[in-house]
């Protein structure tokens, strides 16, 4: 009966999607740094029937203003300046990856930095997530979801989705249920994803910025290059800056038992 149910969602989810208009999701990020640091971030899921962008609206709002030449100037001004307040008008672009999800051309595009700005993108299929319905049932911003897991990239995935809402998205990478994920948490309790609102969305889904300025590269190699920087950030600033940094401004050990997003980079 419950495989029954579950195909009929799909079914009725591949009719209406079509039909239905855009969305906007905000996402409570909780999550653990590799050295451990407990942190929240804001992020934005904004999907259509045909496309998707999940970003951090502070980093979003930023590099907005840089793309263009006059308003990029006032902002370079503004943070050489260093008159930083509580005010401030331009917030830390502090997540910085941004996801792209193409359903009409079934790819799905990940722009991401390391080392703070040196931008790096790379493609991946979409779909090809093994997910396994469940029995449980959680009431999320009023929709009744769904239970369903997956193994993705190295983590076990629990998320709930709303077959009401009949769009094969969620947060981050994942997708393709047949219905929007509005909770996803990994076994371990080091990252989740909640969603925290949801409102139409009349507007163009607007594309990732400067998209010129990222470098195609493969994902475990961007994920390898990061973790070699996070693990040895003080010999990494020596190199580029020739500046050796006092010992208490270098970064912590790593803790081993945290981790990135994807873990099957190792």
Known sequence: MKKIFVITCFLISCVCLYAQ???????DYHFYTVRGYETHRPMILTSSPTRSKFYNPDTNRIDSVCNSPEKKA???AYINSRAWSASDPYPARWEKMYVEKD????????YDTVAGEERYCYNEPLGGIRWEMKDSTETILGYECLMAECDY????????FAPELPIHDGPWKLNALPGLIL????DTG??????????????EIEPVYQKFLYEKIDRKELLQTKRLIDENFGGFVSAR?????????KSTE???TYDYLETDYR
């Open 183 to 186: 909770r996803a948490e990994e």
């Open 74 to 76: 006032e902002f370079d």
């Open 103 to 110: 359903r009409s051309n079934n790819v799905m595009t990940v």
């Open 254 to 256: 790593i803790k081993k």
């Open 190 to 203: 080091l990252y989740e994803f909640t969603a925290v609102g949801i409102e139409s969305y009349e507007k």
């Open 241 to 249: 800056t020739g500046i050796d940094l006092p010992k208490n401004m």
């Open 153 to 160: 990239h190295g983590r076990h995935w629990i998320v709930w």
């Open 21 to 27: 208009k855009a969305v906007k999701v905000e996402y």
